[in-house]
């Protein structure tokens, strides 16, 4: 059966409304084939009856004689005695013998009408019985009305169905086949292109119809997912050249210092070349480690998020350093909960405050606490703010760029690859919150907000 259904959208859309314009119009046909011989055979039966009442009450008063020939509409009356004798009969019906009885009906009945075959010519007969009480006794009254009318209907009625419907039904399959080629036209263009599309060429872009329907908005769709996939290559490329270009710095110094290593063959000399080239590992190492962490970020990687103290984790952080340039003040809010992998929520806590501690002329504070009220209600909120010369408000978002430096020689000798507030951002995003270097009065002020976790429902029976 799959294989008889069609395989195209083109074909399928014909086929069925095909299979629906047929079964409506022949289940049309029909019906309109029976209203049609249900009225005309009522048309024929009430001009039958009518003519045969007439000529009972006229039988009844004993005045037969006085009975006419039937008009147009019925073609014969008959009147019949109780034992068979014909007392009256159309002209057409002379010497015709005597009807037989119509079939039993229930007591009382006194009208009856059925079929017969044509006294006369080829169409049938709508008959009408009424008994009726004469002078002489009962008689029963015969009327017949010719279905000849109600035959030309039937036929000319079937003939033009049985010429129409085909004809009708072509013209909605073409039509449909027609609409539907030209309404897919548009996918199909939408298809072709994207088929040519390769990694070199994400420049290019499907054709937008004028219609503004759903073809319409799946080729705007497709462009703007075209516009996401070109800006993913122009950053993965970026990120592979900026990452290069720092690998490069590095590895080209290191290298310079092992063969002045090999050069020079003084032993006093070597201490101090081999400390620099350990320097520079060092910064390769953590260079490497920022790479891989920004490439699971990339991939989306889950992690095993419980809930966590925050300002017990921040306390933790600020505590382990050691020989920090300023020294670090905070003041944190208890029983800050949010839900967070406390490896890489210490690593957003790290950046941000070594990022401070790279600026800062005397002081850095590392504020925590919880927005209660207003649009951010149930949010915690952890400010660093250091005195250093702060970040210009056009560069407040574009420090959060991978290899980005705002004062690039002085980054470079702080070991600063541009990558710690990169890291910060996208490991905040992960968790669901944000990270923005916003104004202060002084110095530089970033801000991390993360969504608290909704404390835990008590079980009564705990309680208890």
Known sequence: MRRLWPATVRARATAGAGLVVAAALALASFSLLGLLEANLLRNAENDARRQAETVAQLAAAGKLGRARAPGRAVEFVQVVSADGRVLFASPNLVGVPAFPPAPPEAPGTRLHTWRVRPLDGDHRQRVVQVVTQTPDGP??????????????????TTAALVIGMPLLLATVVLVTWRVTGHALRPVEAIRAEVAGISDRDLHRRVPVPATRDEVARLAETMNATLDRLEASGIRQRQFIADASHELRSPITVLRTQLEVALAVRDPQLWPELIGGALEDIERLQRLAADLLLLARIDAAQPVAAVPLDLGALVREVVEARLGDRVPVRVDLET???????????????????????????????????????????????????????GIPGPDRERVFERFTRLDDSRSRDHGGAGLGLAIARDLSTHHGGTLAAEGGARGARLVLRL??????????????
Request: proline share 6%; glycine share 8%.
């Open 335 to 389: 029983d800050v909960v949010v839900t967070a992998w406390a490896l890489w929520l210490g690593r957003v806590v790290t950046n941000l405050v070594d990022n401070a501690q790279r600026y800062a002329v005397q002081r850095v504070d590392v504020t925590l606490r919880t927005a209660r009220g207003g649009a951010g209600a149930g949010t915690a909120v952890l400010e660093v703010v250091d005195d250093g010369p």
């Open 139 to 156: 008689a029963t009254v015969y009327a017949g009305a010719s279905l000849r009318d109600a035959d030309a209907a039937d036929d000319v």
């Open 451 to 464: 969504p608290l976790t909704p404390p835990a429902r008590q079980d009564p029976h705990d309680a208890r």
